[in-house]
Every structure is written in C-alpha cells, then in structure tokens.
C-alpha cells in the first residue's frame, strides 16, 4: 500500500472527472468543492479540509457566517448593482464611512475596486496624478522591495519584487528602482535588531538619492510582509526612520495591506502596530472575507483634492463599489467588530506562533518563525543557522503543501526567487475566528506532514 493510500485522502487523482477548460497556473486537479463553514471546507465526496490560510489569507470573518450571508440577501433583494456614475448607494456610502474612521490620520478618502491589484493599480495612478496636479510631473518613479508582492496586473507587476513572476513580462514592465526587503532575521552581523532596522530603512535614502529625489514619486511596501517574505516583521526602528526619508524628500509612502488589512495581524491595520502615517494604503482580501469581491484604496484629502481640483482622477473599474460587494464588506466589518477577530488574531496569533516555534525546535529544518496575529511565516532551510536554503530539487514547498492537504489541512507554500537566492516558505493564516483547540488541531497536522516531509527528504528530526 503506498503512503497517499494510507492517508485520510488521495487529492490529485480523481480519474472519473472530466478534463476541464478552466486553466490556471499549473495541470493539477483540485477536489470539488461544496460547503464551507468557520474554518472548514467540505469537498463534494464530504471530506473535510482545515483552512489554513483562509483560502489566499482572505476568509478572515471564516466560511459561511450567516450574519454576513443574510445582510447579502437583503442587499440582493433590492439591488445588486447600479454604475457609480448613475448611482450613489448606501452600502458604498456606509463602509467608506466605517473604512474611513479606521484610517490612521487624514485617510479618510476612500476609492473602491474589486481586488488587491486593482487597489495597487489606483495607489500608483492616484500618487502620478496628486504629483502632476502639484506642479511636480518629474516624480514618476516607485521605489518598492525586493522580494515583495503587490500583484499580478502589469502596473503592479513593476513594483512586485519576484523575479519568477515578473521575468517573461520584463520587456513589458516599465523597470522600477528596488531596495531589499528587511530580512533582519537572516542578518549575521554585530548589530542590534534596531541598528539593522535602522540600516534597511537608510537604503531607501541612498536609492532615492541613486535615482534622483526629483525622480522619485513614491515608496511601496507591504508593513508585514506576505507572499513573498512569509511575514517577514521589520524591527520597529524601520518604520518611523522610512516615514522620516519619505518626508524628507517629499516621497509618497504607500503600505499595501491588502494582505495585512482587515484584522489580520491583530490589528485593524498592520502599520496600526507602529501607529504608521503612510499617505495611501491598499486594501482588499480580508475586507471582502471572501463573501464578493472588493477592494479599496484609502488616501489622504490632501492628495486627493488637488486631484479633484484638476479635473478629476483619470481612473476606475466597473464594478467598483458595487452595492452587493459593499453590502458584503459592511457585514464582514460588523462581524469582525462583535467577534473581536482582532483581539482573537492577536491571542490565537501568540498561541499558533508558539506551536510553530515548537515545531522548528523538532523539526531544525523549519527556521526564523516570526509574523503577527495570524499571519505566521517559517522558511525551510539546509542549515537554521546560516539559513542555506534547501537543495531546489527536493520542492520542499510543494512537498509539504501536498503532505498537509492530504492529511486534510490547507498551508500556504511558496518558494521565492529574490536577489539570486530561493527560499522555500510557509505561511500559516488560518481565519480570524479560529479557537485554541483548532490550533492545537493545525499544529498537530502540520508536526505530522512535517515528519513524513522529514522522512521523506531526508531531513534532520530532534526526537
Ligand atoms: N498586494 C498584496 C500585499 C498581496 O498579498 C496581494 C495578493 O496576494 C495583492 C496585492 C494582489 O491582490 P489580488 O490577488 O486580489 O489582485
């Protein structure tokens, strides 16, 4: 009998299913899915799976919360969409409000879109156009991180550091300047975590200064890293030092918390953890917690007015604010607000990361836990020490992202492609509602395909 035989389920194999015409990124088939509910999912043939990463970290609020369904179908009852530029409604009116009072600062402008992307796309495109309207057209560049993720749209794409992702379109891709992420973690140097946070944040100022503050438009970065730095915490010196560069030189910094918004981290936002004052924050996932899709760029009045006062901000997609997305996203903040998710992420956040840091001490090849709330991120490495990746053969990643699922769990893998190295990673980021017995639950699975991830590459085991 073959170990996948052995185990709870067989994912990739379900030969009596037709071929599909769905493509995605790779051939691999996924079971049907047919009910959701907390922090579970049911494929059609009743098997049950943990969600782990709340889908891509969107479910925040979980599946199937019935006080979000039902505020839907009242919306659907009246009306499900009206364009913006016929209509106003409620709905969008009501969440920019409830958005708007969670911003730090003067964000109280907010713009709606339907994903993380788009939401990048209009930070960008508002940032260009608050710098023509102020009598500044040389500012056009954006400085972002490398690695990082701020989407797949080809404006987004430029400020995404992930040479997987961004090298076939390169010739497309209008080159943007890059400073490294801050991986103080990984550093071996003599200096405090403070004086690296420090160090970091200067190579903004010598970039700008390299391309030319003139130049230079805006900074882009993610507070709490996601996809590709598997939340990857700066130490807290980075953040009031990039404030002050971004001041300095009259740079825009935007945080892309699409991934970090929404309660996610323990907070409403993720910069709320430093009392950040960024000039533009994106948001999307967690703040349609799966229910529509919806997204939002929120900005400060004094960007947006001169904006406005040149005619307008040249921009939009169709079903921005929609009434049945915003709908849902109002719902999705009651929830958050009456389940407290932030005060739960922040406490189950403490009680998962304290699991994983169990798990690296068994398992040595699982090393620089870190992340806030229930964003929670490991690499797998050769040696914890130096951090020498593991051999690119083995796909560790993969492998531990399939030995989860079939022992009925959802992780988020990936392996980055940043500065010349490829770190293999996971992400834990199960919903904001989950209980300390369903942590014990994913870290019981997680030791588990860990052991056969172990065995099977041949990777070191503290017993
Ligand atoms: N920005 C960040 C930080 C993200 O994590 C993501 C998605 O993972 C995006 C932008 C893009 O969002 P979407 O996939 O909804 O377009």
Known sequence: ?????????????EPERPASHLFYVTRLRRPLVDRAEGIYLWDQRGRR????????????????????????????DRVTFAYRLHFENEAAEELARRLAAKMPGDLDRIFFVS???????????????????????????????????????????????????????????????SIPAPAAYRDRD?????????????????????????????????????????ALVPPDSYFPRIREICDKYGILLI??????????????LGGDHWSCRPDI??????????????????????????????????????YAGNPLSCAAGLAVLDEMERLDCAGNAAAMGELLRQELLGLSRRFP??????????????????????????????????????????RGMIIYSRRI?????????????????IDAAQVGEISAILGDALEALAAELDLPVNR
């Open 1 to 13: 009998m073959s170990q996948a035989a052995s185990l709870p389920f067989a994912y990739a194999a």
């Open 49 to 76: 799976m943990i969600d782990g990463s709340s889908g891509a970290m969107v479910v925040n609020v979980g599946h199937g919360n019935r006080n979000v369904l039902d505020a839907m179908k009242r919306q659907m």
């Open 115 to 177: 994903g993380g992307s788009e939401a990048v796309e209009s930070a960008i495109k508002l940032a260009r156009q608050w710098a023509v309207a102020t009598s500044q057209p040389k500012r056009w560049k954006v400085i972002t991180r490398f690695p990082s993720y701020h989407g797949g749209t080809i404006g987004a794409l430029a400020v995404t550091g992930d040479l997987a992702l961004t090298e076939s379109f390169a010739p497309q891709i209008r080159d943007m300047p």
């Open 190 to 230: 003599n200096l405090s975590m403070e004086q690296r946070g420090l160090r970091y944040a200067d190579m903004l100022e010598e970039k700008i200064l390299s391309e030319g503050p003139e130049n230079v438009l805006a900074f882009i970065m993610e507070p709490i890293g996601g996809a590709a730095t598997a």
């Open 255 to 268: 945080h892309d918390e699409v991934m970090t918004g929404a309660a996610r981290t323990g907070r409403y």
């Open 281 to 318: 924050i994106t948001l999307s996932k967690g703040i349609g917690s799966g229910y529509a899709p919806l997204g939002a760029m929120a900005a400060s009045r004094r960007l947006v007015k001169p904006v406005l006062d040149m005619g307008g901000f040249q921009h939009g997609y169709t």
């Open 365 to 406: 090849f699982v090393a620089g836990v870190r992340g806030k709330g229930l964003l929670i991120g490991a690499d797998l490495v050769a040696d914890p020490e130096s951090f020498a990746p593991l051999p690119k053969s083995l796909n560790a990643n993969q492998r531990l992202l399939d030995l989860a699922y079939e």
């Open 417 to 433: 492609r940043g500065g010349g190295a490829e770190l293999d990673n996971i992400i834990l980021a199960p919903p904001l509602i």
